[in-house]
């Protein structure tokens, strides 16, 4: 489990969840500052994450 958490005053309207390979395990829509993202195991993933403003951000995460 990962807890998501926005810049103060933020709010994601898109997240996708990648693997290492690029592929697409999860997408999320209209998400709150501390939600928590079930991962699906240990590993490698990208967060893709796009705000209300069209700003994308992609964060690496690591899950052990």
């Known amino acids: 489990v ?7 005053g933020t709010q994601a309207v898109r997240l996708d969840v990648l693997d290492a390979a690029g592929r697409l395990l999860m997408q999320k829509t ?13 590993g490698l993933y990208f967060f893709k994450i796009q705000d ?3 700003k994308l951000g992609i964060r690496k995460v690591v899950v052990q």
Do not use: K, Y
């Open 52 to 54: 209300e403003n069209g």
């Open 30 to 42: 209209a998400l709150v500052s501390g939600e928590t993202i079930a991962m699906p195991g240990p």
């Open 2 to 8: 990962v807890q998501l958490w926005l810049s103060s």
